[in-house]
């Protein structure tokens, strides 16, 4: 069964996976889990019908910070959410476990390790846009398999 605290812990694992060299960088950011994103997050992030939001970061990123930025600024924002990233994760799973919703919105699993594998995704693809790469350098980077030589 994968609970808010199993998730937790896979949330955590995947941001201590992250380089101490870019993690020394991170300054004011709040990582946080929400279920589903919002409409108005959906909209934000220009997501179309059909498509998956399993991330978003929001907040200025690193590059476009002035000399200006600082003081009682609020803290980035990046959202995991839990539900797509379990059901990325059971469509992209090449066992045969089983995941089931549960009436609590829970998900049943034998195997963690390719929602493990999501979330540490997820992670770095947010981290990265707070150093200002967009979708399309991340996932180029992603593809050829140099997620962390930002």
Not at 11 to 20: C, L
Not at 21 to 33: C, G, S, T, W
Not at 35 to 53: C, D, M, V
Not at 119 to 139: N, P, Q, R, S
Request: net charge negative; hydrophobic share 35%.
């Amino acid at each position: 069964m994968m609970t808010n605290r199993r998730f937790e812990q896979l949330v955590s694992e995947g941001i201590e996976a992250i380089p101490p060299r870019f993690l020394a960088k991170l300054e004011n950011v709040a990582v946080v889990i929400a279920e589903e994103p919002s409409p108005a997050q959906l909209e934000q992030s220009n997501t179309k019908e059909g498509e998956t939001l399993l991330g978003l970061y929001e907040g200025i990123p690193l590059i476009e910070r002035g000399e200006a930025y600082g003081g009682m600024v609020l803290p980035d924002k990046i959202t995991i959410f839990k539900f797509p990233i379990l059901e990325e994760a059971a469509k992209s799973s090449c066992s045969s476990a089983v995941i089931a919703r549960s009436a609590k919105g829970e998900f049943r699993r034998e195997d963690d390790n390719e929602i493990r594998r999501v979330v540490k995704e997820t992670v770095w693809h947010e981290i990265a846009h707070y150093f200002g790469y967009d979708d399309f350098a991340i996932e180029t980077r992603e593809d050829e398999g140099t997620n962390y030589s930002l």
